[in-house]
């Protein structure tokens, strides 16, 4: 039997892929960590950018952080050098890290429960953070300090209060944002 013109166009649309959902979204962990990498690229640090990104159990982010100075504490005047004589001349007495941030950036009464998605491993002064805060788990994509003192101290401390920590291992090395794209016709035969 002929089908009438409109079911034989749905059919078409169907056969052409645009009636079925799109497969090559971000996962949830990926929009996560994504989404902290994104926040780093606000950091004015010219040698380390970190992001972190606090999300709680609905999937819905609470905060958003990167590293960076202080506020009111100007990134023009504070320093961001690293082997100064004195330690009063490079960043690190002054700069708040990406984790430090993204929990006090809360947008929710608290972060109890919540995962924290970092791009790197927590030092031990935001794994203190972290704990007080209530979060419960660590994401992270690089651990590439994990031989030094305070990244040991922190796993010490996660472990001890059974803080779930563990590395995100990406399905694509590069997610690509392409502002011009939200003007192409997906219906387009040329896209
Ligand atoms: N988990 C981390 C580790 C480090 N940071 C920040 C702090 C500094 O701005 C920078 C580290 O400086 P570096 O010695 O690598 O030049 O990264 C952070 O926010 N979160
Ligand atoms: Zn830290």
């Keep these: 039997m002929d089908l009438p013109q409109k079911f034989s166009d749905l059919s078409l649309e169907k056969n052409n892929g645009h009636s079925k959902k799109r497969d090559d979204y971000l996962d949830w962990r990926e929009y996560f ?7 780093a690229k606000r950091s004015k640090d010219p ?3 970190v992001g972190a990104c606090v999300v709680n159990k609905d999937n819905k982010i609470v905060g958003v952080g990167y590293n960076g100075m202080p506020i009111g504490c100007s990134d023009d005047e504070f320093p961001w050098g690293k082997n100064t004589p004195s330690p009063l001349d490079s960043k690190y007495l002054y700069v708040c890290h990406a984790e430090m941030n993204a929990i006090l950036n809360k947008n929710s009464a608290d972060v109890k429960d919540c995962t924290i998605y970092v791009g790197l491993f927590p030092c031990n002064e935001c794994a203190k953070i972290i704990i007080q805060s209530g979060i419960k788990e660590v994401v992270y994509l690089s651990d590439k300090n994990a031989h030094k003192s305070m990244y040991i101290a922190s796993k010490k ?8 920590y563990w590395q995100f291992i990406p399905r694509h ?5 392409n502002f011009t794209g939200i003007d192409w016709d ?3 035969p040329s896209k």
């Design 33 to 39: 960590m994504a989404t902290a990498f994104l926040a």
């Design 173 to 177: 090395e590069k997610i690509e944002i």
């Design 157 to 164: 401390m996660f472990d001890a209060v059974g803080i779930k």
């Design 186 to 188: 997906c219906m387009s």
């Design 47 to 49: 040698s380390f950018q």
